[in-house]
């Protein structure tokens, strides 16, 4: 694709590497078969195609709107086109420079600015996010069915180990996974634990910097990695041999900190250390040797979600399927495996229309199978599956922790 940007904004880290994106684009359309939003709206705007046009009108200085706005913000930044694009193009960082640009240029409906901020003000927080869910977990029984559903119930997390291992690994925290589903990464330290593997929580981790990061808050996205690189350095400087995380989508975003840093150069060489040893739960349990876990795992099946932010973010297709199933979990089949839930971070709050739709979608295939339990690999998918499920829904860890248990 042939661009003309401006030279001020070819000098930047962010028109150069939009420029060099969009010139590895074709104009193929393989990615509109795998678009969500695309398959259910039809509009080729709201495909990563159109997309791309309207992000490269954007940056070579061409007028827009609040239809470009809303088009940009219906894009649920799943990345199946990266998966299906022959070309290797970088959509979700085209995506992320054009939303940042899009925002100097178009100011939102009041309303929306409101959300978006309160979003910003909440969700990275682990103390704020879970008093607002207290309260509303405290209200849950008076409340309308159709908000009821969106308050997840109250989860308590077993013991952590206290052993201390020689090995070491730093298990990321997060920010909403704490208080809404707690257990999770209780579970993983547990199953490390048998493993011989310790698992460390420095003070001071928090949010991974995605939420701001897909709100077009750049800097503020910067500063919770910094934040983050900051707590977890002297612990990697003392021989911690991984950043591990269970949330699929947090995990997505620390790999790319090595990239989103790269200017900075404070932290540069720090970030790019980090992204090289952050690895997802699902890589760790598939190069170790699990027979020491010793499972005595229920014959009920299980419907596996695999989030987008593990298989096409993380390039990690069937990796939680194949250590499921080498345990002996029955899996049952799921159509389209590769589309996504709705959740997509804030989206199934700022589109939820489309993202009920996305959920009904997921749900049909993820229950046609009969299973007793649906296991996904990312809190959000996590949260937004149990709105609607008829079965129980869980971190895949869990399962394996209490089939370990037993």
């Not at 547990?190 to 910097?209: F, Y």
């Not at 229920?298 to 695999?306: D, E, I, L, M, T």
Request: aromatic share 4%.
């Amino acid at each position: 694709m042939q661009t003309a940007f401006p030279e001020k904004l070819l000098a930047t880290a962010d028109g150069e590497e939009a420029n060099r994106i969009l010139r590895s684009c074709v104009h193929c359309g393989f990615c509109t078969a795998t678009c969500p939003t695309y398959q259910l709206l039809g509009d080729e705007l709201d495909g990563p195609r159109g997309r791309i046009y309207l992000i490269k009108q954007l940056l070579e200085g061409e007028p827009v709107s609040r239809i470009t706005q809303r088009h940009l913000d219906r894009c649920l930044g799943c990345r199946a086109c990266e998966t299906t694009c022959p070309s290797g193009v970088n959509y979700h960082r085209l995506l992320d420079i054009g939303r940042i640009h899009l925002g100097m240029n178009v100011d939102r409906a009041p309303l929306q600015a409101l959300i978006h901020r309160g979003l910003r003000l909440i969700l990275p927080y682990t103390n704020r996010f879970g008093m607002l869910l207290r309260i509303g977990q405290a209200l849950r029984p008076l409340l309308p069915s159709g908000i009821k559903t969106k308050v997840p119930l109250k989860r308590t997390a077993g013991p952590r180990p206290t052993i201390a291992h020689k090995r070491r690994m730093i298990l990321f925290e997060g920010c909403a996974q704490p208080a809404a589903a707690p257990n999770t990464n209780a579970a993983a330290a547990r199953v490390l634990d048998r493993l011989c593997i310790s698992t460390l929580n420095p003070q001071g981790q928090g949010c991974c910097g995605a939420v701001s990061q897909h709100l077009a808050a750049e800097d503020e996205a910067l500063a919770f990695m910094r934040r983050n690189i900051d707590a977890w350095w002297p612990h990697i400087e003392a021989g911690a041999e991984a950043v591990l995380i269970t949330a699929s989508g947090c995990g997505s975003t620390v790999k790319e900190y090595g990239h989103l840093l790269r200017t900075d150069p404070q932290y540069a060489e720090k970030a790019r250390r980090v992204s090289e040893i952050t690895f997802d739960l699902a890589e760790i349990l598939a190069r170790e040797d699990l027979r020491s876990l010793s499972l005595d795992i229920r014959r009920q099946p299980v419907g596996y979600h695999s989030p987008c932010s593990l298989q096409h973010g993380q390039q990690l297709a069937g990796v939680v399927e194949g250590i499921l199933r080498s345990l002996g979990f029955e899996l049952t089949p799921v159509a389209d495996s590769h589309l996504c839930c709705g959740s997509a971070g804030t989206y199934s709050i700022l589109q939820p229309t489309i993202s009920r739709q996305l959920l009904a979608n997921k749900l049909a295939a993820l229950q046609a199978g009969a299973p007793a339990v649906i296991a996904t690999a990312n809190i959000g998918c996590q949260l937004h599956l149990e709105t609607q499920a008829k079965v129980p829904v869980m971190h895949w860890i869990e399962l394996v922790d209490e089939a370990m248990s037993g």
